[in-house]
């Protein structure tokens, strides 16, 4: 016994991008994901957006079909921080280059690759004296610091 068969290849071409999901305390509006379509995110009362509130579906080089952006946050309108990932970034405390409010409670935590090397640079700081501090924690034993 023996089997032939014959086949072609072809490229598929993904044209969605499926549905991003929506945050906690957040609310998605749109409810087409192909290439092309727009969405729209806000927050609900009490929660401001950090990130793009508009995202778009589009091809990348790849001829797959992706956001143009990530999905955006949610986050208490009472608190300031954000998570950044990246070669370089700034970091600036709420309402920078004015004072900063009242009992703010700000966290910004900078992702790294195992090996790499965080360097922050300070080019303005102030704080109020006996009420405010800065605290660095990392994952690696407190020795390297």
């Known amino acids: ?8 290849l072809s490229e598929l071409q993904i044209s969605a991008c499926g549905n991003p999901g929506v945050p906690p305390k957040g609310i998605l509006v749109g409810t087409r994901f192909n290439v092309g379509d727009q969405i ?3 927050c609900v009362t009490g929660y401001v957006l ?5 995202l778009t579906c589009v091809t990348n080089a790849e001829k797959g079909a992706v956001w143009d952006f990530p999905v955006p946050i949610c986050r208490a309108e009472d608190t300031c921080g954000d998570t950044l990932r990246g070669s ?19 966290t910004w935590t900078i992702l790294a690759d195992p090996g790499d090397t965080i360097s922050i640079i300070f080019t303005d700081f102030q704080t109020e004296e006996k009420y405010d501090y800065l605290e660095v924690e990392g994952s690696e034993p407190p020795t390297i610091w």
């Open 1 to 8: 016994q023996s089997i032939t068969a014959f086949f072609s």
């Open 40 to 42: 729209r995110y806000s």
């Open 50 to 54: 950090d990130g793009h509130p508009q």
């Open 88 to 106: 370089s970034g700034i970091i600036s405390s709420p309402n920078f280059p004015s004072e900063y409010y009242n009992s703010a409670d700000c």
